[in-house]
């Protein structure tokens, strides 16, 4: 297996956004090359190139704050994989967070938790990711209204008490990307939950959504859902029995799920009880 050391280990600046993003269409991933650049110009990516130049293997550190990072897109070609790449670039990733003195925290599949485990990373919560084409029906019992630029300060403060993060840039991002997707719930002007949304590849992604209970939560995510063209992906942490009730009359299914995992202690990360949508498994 390829130690750290014996990995050739490129930096991934923005500018190769096009040029890697054939790793995640090989994995059969959602994001698109808009997703690639804000990674690689928010965090640190790290990758290996083939003898022709192409990248054939990614990673990413996305800060969140000074006291969290988040590792994701640990992506290696078929014909670069058992041999100990995907570790080695992850080894890579911690030790980079480590050094800056923050927790690192990522999303496992069933597949990969079993090596973060031995890492000593360890569980906080499970999350099931869900496709559906569209909301059927709208709740109506929290009033919304369409998020505009002056509402993001307030919003970013509300988000950083209430989900365990600091992520002013990346929601700054995902209100420009998709803002038919952006809604806001508030009472007497202060904010009581939010919704943002982006298009991805194969289909639009809701989320991240954070609201002060579970009915505002699903009214926000039923209007974004109503608001842009489908087919939509969410993942959703499994403690939300409401919204996954409702995500299946809608005809969502969920054929896979995820474990929030942190290696050391991120305060308020392992509550999502105003948590409602993940901003995706590749953005904390």
């Known amino acids: 297996m390829a130690s750290i050391e014996a990995l050739e280990v490129k930096a991934i600046d923005a500018d190769q956004c096009e040029a890697v993003w054939p790793l995640s269409i090989e994995a059969g ?11 690689l110009g928010a965090g640190r990516g790290f990758g290996c190139r083939g003898v022709d130049g192409k990248w054939e293997a990614s990673s990413l550190v996305l800060p969140l704050g000074d ?3 988040w590792i994701s897109m640990v ?10 790449v995907g570790t080695g670039l992850l080894k890579r990733c911690i030790a980079e ?5 923050a927790v690192a925290g990522l999303d496992a599949t069933e597949q990969g938790r079993p090596i973060y485990l031995p890492l000593g990373f360890h569980d906080l919560y499970r999350i099931s990711r869900w496709h559906f084409d569209g909301a059927k029906t709208v709740p109506s019992n929290a009033a919304v209204r369409p998020m505009v630029p002056a509402d993001l300060p307030a919003i970013i403060a509300y988000d950083c008490a209430l989900s365990g993060m600091e992520r002013p840039a990346l929601l700054k991002h995902l209100a420009s990307r998709q ?10 002007g202060r904010p009581k939950g939010f919704v943002l949304g982006r298009e991805g590849r194969s289909a639009s992604s809701i989320g991240p959504v954070v609201a002060d209970d579970q009915t505002i939560g699903l009214v926000l995510i039923a209007k974004a859902a109503s608001s842009v063209p489908g087919p939509f992906i969410i993942d959703i942490p499994d403690a939300h029995a409401e919204i ?9 299914v969920s054929p896979r799920g995820y474990v929030r995992m942190t290696l050391g202690e991120a305060p308020g990360l392992n509550d999502p009880s105003h948590l409602f949508a993940l901003a995706g498994p590749e953005l904390g």
Do not use: I
Not at 179 to 188: K, S
């Open 97 to 101: 967070v480590q050094a800056s003195g």
């Open 29 to 39: 991933w959602n994001q698109n090359v808009a997703d690639w650049r804000f990674m």
């Open 67 to 69: 006291k969290l990072a």
């Open 244 to 252: 996954r009730n409702w995500l299946e009359r809608q005809g969502a």
């Open 179 to 188: 803002p038919n997707a952006a809604w806001v719930a508030e009472t007497d």
């Open 75 to 84: 992506l290696v070609t078929e014909a670069r994989r058992r041999g100990g």
